[in-house]
């Protein structure tokens, strides 16, 4: 109840002030934050009109910040086009204010952007930009979040050596500099490395500790995605009631805050090989699309077209208790499974998950992938562009 009422203080504050004036820029930015920790979604109004009415007030740093966290919007969403745009705007507009810090968020988010779409490369070289330009207090703290973001790319490159030191050194910096955001990231990030080497009991302590400063920090976005961590650590300690007890509310809530690309993965921790629930079998893609989608596609479209539109689920999410909330339409039949469709039609999707091994898995049958497998990986992105502010 608390984040709701911190968003009713929030509008009140703002139909308060009717002035088209900068505060109210300010009061627009700090409602959709707050918004967007709940249901990202219905931040987008809010988001645009903080931008129309930044351009209006004429003030570069206000519009470059607004720019920023409509980028944070799309990049959410893996609407990647649209976020690229936007960040390329903001950062000509904190070169106009001469915001180096500005400017270093711009390029971690571009290398964030990169790395989700699988183009590590680029993602590298983003990082290494805004590391090469001079740390001083106002850039310490982005500075630091660069380093996590290289640390996650190397893991994902199985460059575990890199990634760990690049994760530690970020670490100390924020245990150093009292950054808890940065220490959440860190401590995620070197849980995916302890990941990436089967390192189970390594990874389950620093998703812990991570998930347990996300709830001090009241970060939503945080929560789900170190209790999707704890439960993928569960599915492969064979651990699968426990996974399915972390899996399953966590899809719940996040088709109910519009996490997309956090979906996937919490419908692989609850339709694992556990038989703790023996309903049928429910994806939210069917057909040729029956491979669970993974959010290194370039949207969710890119993974396959699901029976419909996602926001048709949520009245099921919010008022059924069960599994059964799923709709009918959304569920695979093995006969349909089986069939195979014509090549054409066939997706390449990915399935590999955000510490970069690929593991292939069918809506109906766990051992059966259903699609072949890119290279493509990412991570709940909204977890860290909320972090990354």
Known sequence: MAPLRRIDSMRALVRA??????????????????????NVQAARPVLE???????????RDLLAET??????YHITLAEYPLAIKLLRE????????????????????????ADQQGQYAASLSYCLQGLALPVTSGTRRFNTSLKIQAGGTFNKLGDYAHARDYLLDALQVARHQDYPDRINLALAGLGDVCRSQKQWAAARLYYTQSMALSQRLGSAPDVLAM??????????????????????????????????????????C???????????????????AACRPASGCASWK??????????????????????TWLPSAARCSTTACSAKPPPAARPACSSTLSWGRSRPRSSCSPSKPACKTSS????????RTSSLA
């Open 17 to 38: 002030h009717p002035q088209l004036d900068t505060a109210r820029v300010i009061l627009l930015t700090e409602l959709a934050r707050t918004v967007k920790l709940q």
């Open 49 to 59: 009109e903080a931008v129309r009415l930044a351009r209006r007030v004429a003030s």
């Open 67 to 72: 720019l920023l966290d409509l980028a944070d």
């Open 90 to 113: 903001a950062r000509q507009e904190f070169a106009r204010v001469h915001d180096l810090g500005g400017e270093v968020r711009c390029l971690g988010r571009l290398a964030l952007v």
């Open 227 to 268: 209790q999707l961590n704890l439960a993928e650590v569960s599915e492969r300690q064979g651990k699968f009631a426990e996974a399915l007890a972390l899996g399953y509310p966590a899809l719940r809530q996040s088709i109910a805050a519009g996490q997309l690309l956090a979906i996937p993965r919490a419908q692989g």
């Open 270 to 288: 609850w339709r694992g090989p556990s038989s703790a629930w023996a309903g049928p079998t429910a994806p939210l893609f069917t057909g040729s």
């Open 302 to 323: 890119a993974a396959g077209r699901p029976t419909r539109s996602w926001p048709w689920l949520l009245p099921r999410a919010k008022i059924l208790p069960g599994p």
């Open 376 to 383: 493509a990986s990412s991570k709940t992105c909204a977890s």
